[in-house]
């Protein structure tokens, strides 16, 4: 009987305690409040003892990931799976969407009192609805060519934009919204949309083709511009370097005959020179011939008295 006793003491006891593991937070509440206003009390990891007005909500500090659709992999998917919303044109789109995010550490009161509920309530109500609400205001600004094509990364990212600033101050940190499914639009709008894309792709390549053209003509310009140039200024060099050869061998030339010409003269008047002392050592020789040749051997006869005349014969 005692031990009948002991065992459903125990059993009562460990029905009575909750436990928080590694990774959680857990927030005792107690449901009939208390005189000192402190119904709510953090609790780090481990086991705890819970009354019977007592109850524990855990929340992970790990990051969370929360997808919704037809891709989510969730036994109930949220009602309002898929986002459903619609262009600046009025067209309506659908999409699967998911969510990371995790909690601050400090934060944990503040989440759980502004939900009074548990992470999985967080994210499949609250998340959902405002995401939701962040997809239908962005969409309603772009055309559908921008949100099925180019700008279909910047609608998400504007949505994540409006729904982390939303939870922000309540310590609820977004890491990433993302796409799980591809953009589902009525498949008229879609042929429309492709065989524009498809034109657009074929003018760029045309484009893409005319500007290799004109950049390989522009080459071939420039190639034969620049050959042209070298070839003036090989042209132009070999012009001065014969042209300053020319006037080096014509300045050398008149050099040159300027030189024979002092030399020519220099020669002439050395040779007149000579000439004239040779004429003249010539004369005086002959003179003195032709004095001997009429002299008749007689010596000089004088006439007069103090001062003779020499009278030399003829």
């Given at each position: 009987?005692?031990?009948?006793?002991?065992?459903?003491?125990?059993?009562?006891?460990?029905?009575?305690?909750?436990?928080?593991?590694?990774?959680?937070?857990?927030?005792?509440?107690?449901?009939?409040?208390?005189?000192?206003?402190?119904?709510?009390?953090?609790?780090?990891?481990?086991?705890?003892?819970?009354?019977?007005?007592?109850?524990?909500?855990?929340?992970?500090?790990?990051?969370q990931d929360f997808t919704w659709g037809h891709n989510s992999g969730e036994p109930n998917?949220?009602?309002?799976?898929?986002?459903?919303?619609?262009?600046?044109?009025?067209?309506?789109?659908?999409?699967?969407?998911?969510?990371?995010?995790?909690?601050?550490?400090?934060?944990?009161?503040?989440?759980?009192?502004?939900?009074?509920?548990?992470?999985?309530?967080?994210?499949?109500?609250?998340?959902?609805?405002?995401?939701?609400?962040?997809?239908?205001?962005?969409?309603?600004?772009?055309?559908i060519e921008q949100i099925y094509g180019t700008h279909k990364k910047d609608l998400l990212?504007?949505?994540?934009?409006?729904?982390?600033?939303?939870?922000?101050?309540?310590?609820?940190?977004?890491?990433?919204?993302?796409?799980?499914?591809?953009?589902?639009?009525?498949?008229?709008?879609?042929?429309?949309?492709?065989?524009?894309?498809?034109?657009?792709?074929?003018?760029?390549?045309?484009?893409?083709?005319?500007?290799?053209?004109?950049?390989?003509?522009?080459?071939?310009?420039?190639?034969?511009?620049?050959?042209?140039?070298?070839?003036?200024?090989?042209?132009?060099?070999?012009?001065?370097?014969?042209?300053?050869?020319?006037?080096?061998?014509?300045?050398?030339?008149?050099?040159?005959?300027?030189?024979?010409?002092?030399?020519?003269?220099?020669?002439?008047?050395?040779?007149?020179?000579?000439?004239?002392?040779?004429?003249?050592?010539?004369?005086?020789?002959?003179?003195?011939?032709?004095?001997?040749?009429?002299?008749?051997?007689?010596?000089?006869?004088?006439?007069?008295?103090?001062?003779?005349?020499?009278?030399?014969?003829?």
């Amino acid at each position: 009987m005692k031990k009948f006793i002991v065992s459903g003491i125990a059993i009562i006891l460990l029905a009575s305690c909750a436990v928080v593991p590694a990774g959680y937070k857990g927030v005792k509440v107690y449901l009939l409040g208390r005189r000192n206003g402190s119904e709510l009390k953090v609790l780090d990891v481990g086991r705890y003892r819970m009354g019977w007005n007592q109850r524990l909500y855990l929340f992970p500090m790990f990051q969370q990931d929360f997808t919704w659709g037809h891709n989510s992999g969730e036994p109930n998917p949220s009602p309002h799976d898929p986002f459903n919303f619609q262009s600046k044109e009025g067209i309506n789109v659908s999409v699967d969407l998911g969510i990371s995010f995790h909690i601050a550490q400090d934060s944990v009161k503040n989440v759980f009192m502004k939900w009074r509920r548990d992470i999985n309530y967080i994210a499949n109500v609250y998340f959902d609805d405002l995401m939701h609400d962040a997809l239908i205001h962005v969409a309603s600004t772009m055309s559908i060519e921008q949100i099925y094509g180019t700008h279909k990364k910047d609608l998400l990212e504007k949505v994540d934009s409006i729904v982390e600033h939303q939870v922000r101050p309540y310590g609820i940190v977004v890491d990433r919204i993302f796409y799980t499914s591809d953009l589902k639009l009525p498949d008229i709008i879609v042929k429309a949309i492709n065989a524009k894309m498809e034109a657009t792709q074929i003018a760029q390549q045309r484009e893409n083709e005319l500007r290799e053209v004109e950049a390989e003509a522009n080459k071939k310009i420039a190639q034969a511009k620049g050959e042209s140039e070298s070839k003036m200024i090989k042209e132009k060099n070999q012009f001065e370097i014969n042209f300053l050869n020319a006037q080096t061998q014509a300045q050398m030339l008149q050099v040159q005959t300027a030189a024979q010409a002092n030399a020519t003269v220099v020669q002439a008047k050395a040779d007149s020179s000579a000439n004239k002392m040779k004429q003249s050592s010539i004369n005086d020789k002959i003179i003195e011939l032709m004095r001997i040749e009429k002299w008749d051997g007689h010596m000089p006869t004088y006439t007069g008295s103090s001062n003779p005349n020499i009278t030399l014969p003829r």
